[in-house]
């Protein structure tokens, strides 16, 4: 998942899948840009993540709808927000980010420690920072405490904590109809840090 | 019997050498589940009118009729959704959403229970602590969203409420705010959209009321009869932007044209 570049809002991305559902859910990039006098450059980050997320296939400049990607757009507001839920929770990024805020001794994870488990260079950590979040507080994965800049666990009611009530019991990536996005491998430069968990951390 | 009629109004206002006439003579109506968008050149009073139609501001000629009922106060009925947000950057999410229900005297508990069910219901999960400054236009437009329908409002108005959006941005928005408005279970009933964005207009509207520059007459109604999502590269679209934008951009008074300048047909 692209955690620096491209900046995307959610809003972007379900923008785009709206555009592509009235071009009867296939069209060429070029023209769905066009459509909105935009750039294809402008629409690139959302198409992106549409993509990382398996909602969308891109085959020689053409976009086309997955079947969950059919699914997403035809779907209520609330629906599309479990949905993404789900979606996100199946990339490495954001499990590695629940993990991590569940294991931690006070269940929050400020920007900085959140900054530190993705590498990323001070120069670049607010934008990549806030653009987790907001993708995060959009699937309500987690909030965001904006007074001590930390993540904190959602409200909703999570999986029942069984023992020490650490890890969620399903840590192992469930098999998808979209495997091909869980398997995209990293862009860029390969994680500077010693964690074993892979992270695509895009220069 | 329609939600609102629009009666021959005039507004004028006092300046220091006389006074300026907005519009005249302005007629139409608004019915039940009617998506009704109001296009026209920029001071040609569209904003003025969603004010009038509200009753945040009275007409100097004609009237405004909401039931069957002149509309002389602010009607509860109605709920306005606003270019820039309009948010309390001192309160957060749920705090501006309760807004509205707080004016109405609702009781605390009422108050958490309906403004949780719209913070749902417009996808603000998460968020409900969050101040204006943390989010990003389109989710700001969405509380402005969730405040306005806490109300329950039969009407909903809005005031250009996608244009200080990015492209993307808004059309998710277009969408929701279709996706909310066909859902019988949900407020509103009718929305009433100012915009002067034609494509806009004809992507959501039933019915399009073409006004003209300064002093604002309605120059013509036209129907929208394409089915949603609808194709803005398809010819029918562009017909139908070619033809208002014709409408809008004729130099001087105009006389003809289809549609009923005196107003819609009784229904």
């Given at each position: 998942?692209?955690?620096?570049?491209?900046?995307?809002?959610?809003?972007?991305?379900?923008?785009?899948?709206?555009?592509?559902?009235?071009?009867?859910?296939?069209?060429?990039?070029?023209?769905?840009?066009?459509?909105?006098?935009?750039?294809?450059?402008?629409?690139?980050?959302?198409?992106?993540?549409?993509?990382?997320?398996?909602?969308?296939?891109?085959?020689?400049?053409?976009?086309?709808f997955s079947d969950i990607g059919r699914k997403f757009v035809a779907a209520s507001i609330r629906e599309r927000k479990a949905l993404l839920r789900d979606l996100l929770k199946r990339t490495t990024l954001f499990r590695t980010l629940l993990r991590a805020l569940e294991?931690?001794?006070?269940?929050?994870?400020?920007?900085?420690?959140?900054?530190?488990?993705?590498?990323?260079?001070?120069?670049?950590?607010?934008d990549a920072v806030q653009n987790i979040v907001n993708w995060g507080r959009y699937a309500d994965l987690f909030r965001?405490?904006?007074?001590?800049?930390?993540?904190?666990?959602?409200?909703?009611?999570?999986?029942?904590?069984?023992?020490?009530?650490?890890?969620?019991?399903?840590?192992?990536?469930?098999?998808?109809?979209?495997?091909?996005?869980?398997?995209?491998?990293?862009?860029?430069?390969?994680?500077?840090?010693?964690?074993?968990a892979p992270v695509a951390a895009v220069t | 019997m329609p939600l609102i009629q629009v009666e021959h109004v005039d507004k004028s206002f006092a300046t220091g050498h006389g006074s300026i006439s907005i519009m005249k003579d302005v007629s139409f109506i608004v019915k039940d589940a009617d998506f009704l968008a109001i296009v026209g050149?920029?001071?040609?009073?569209?904003?003025?009118?969603?004010?009038?139609?509200?009753?945040?501001?009275?007409p100097t000629g004609g009237r405004i009729v909401f039931h069957d009922k002149g509309v002389d106060t602010v009607c509860g009925h109605m709920a306005m959704v606003f270019q820039n947000f309009a948010?309390?950057?001192?309160?957060?999410?749920?705090?501006?959403?309760?807004?509205?229900?707080?004016?109405l005297g609702w009781g605390k508990e009422r108050i958490a229970a309906q403004v949780e069910r719209y913070i749902s219901v417009t996808g603000l999960d998460g968020f409900q602590e969050a101040y204006p400054r943390e989010l990003?236009?389109?989710?700001?437009?969405?509380?402005?969203?969730?405040?306005?329908?806490?109300?329950?409002?039969?009407?909903?108005?809005?005031?250009?409420?996608?244009?200080?959006?990015?492209?993307?941005?808004?059309?998710?928005?277009?969408e929701e705010i279709l996706q909310l408005w066909r859902d019988p279970a949900l407020p509103p009933?009718?929305?009433?959209?100012?915009?002067?964005?034609?494509?806009?207009?004809?992507?959501?509207?039933?019915?399009?009321v073409v006004l003209s520059r300064r002093p604002g007459r309605v120059l013509a109604?036209?129907?929208?009869?394409?089915?949603?999502?609808?194709?803005?590269?398809?010819?029918?679209?562009?017909?139908?932007?070619?033809?208002?934008?014709?409408?809008?951009?004729?130099?001087?008074?105009?006389?003809?044209g289809p549609g009923t300048p005196e107003g819609a047909p009784a229904v």
């Open positions: 998942m692209p955690t620096i570049y491209p900046k995307c809002n959610p809003t972007e991305m379900v923008g785009l899948l709206v555009l592509l559902d009235s071009h009867k859910g296939s069209e060429d990039v070029a023209l769905l840009a066009r459509d909105l006098d935009l750039e294809i450059d402008e629409i690139l980050p959302a198409l992106e993540y549409s993509e990382v997320l398996g909602l969308v296939q891109v085959v020689d400049g053409r976009a086309t294991n931690h001794p006070d269940r929050r994870l400020t920007d900085d420690e959140l900054a530190q488990i993705f590498s990323l260079t001070t120069a670049r950590a607010d965001y405490d904006s007074e001590a800049h930390s993540l904190i666990p959602t409200r909703r009611p999570s999986a029942p904590k069984g023992g020490g009530g650490r890890t969620p019991p399903s840590t192992t990536p469930t098999p998808s109809t979209s495997g091909s996005a869980l398997k995209k491998p990293p862009t860029g430069s390969p994680p500077e840090s010693a964690r074993p | 050149p920029s001071g040609c009073g569209k904003s003025t009118l969603l004010r009038l139609i509200q009753g945040l501001d009275r948010l309390f950057p001192w309160l957060t999410v749920a705090q501006n959403v309760a807004f509205g229900l707080e004016a990003s236009g389109g989710m700001r437009q969405r509380v402005g969203l969730a405040r306005a329908l806490s109300v329950e409002p039969e009407v909903l108005l809005m005031d250009e409420p996608f244009s200080a959006l990015d492209a993307l941005t808004a059309e998710s928005l277009r009933d009718a929305v009433l959209l100012v915009t002067h964005n034609i494509e806009e207009a004809i992507q959501l509207a039933d019915r399009i109604e036209v129907t929208v009869d394409l089915p949603r999502p609808r194709d803005r590269k398809s010819t029918a679209f562009y017909d139908l932007t070619d033809k208002v934008f014709s409408l809008i951009t004729q130099p001087g008074p105009v006389s003809e």
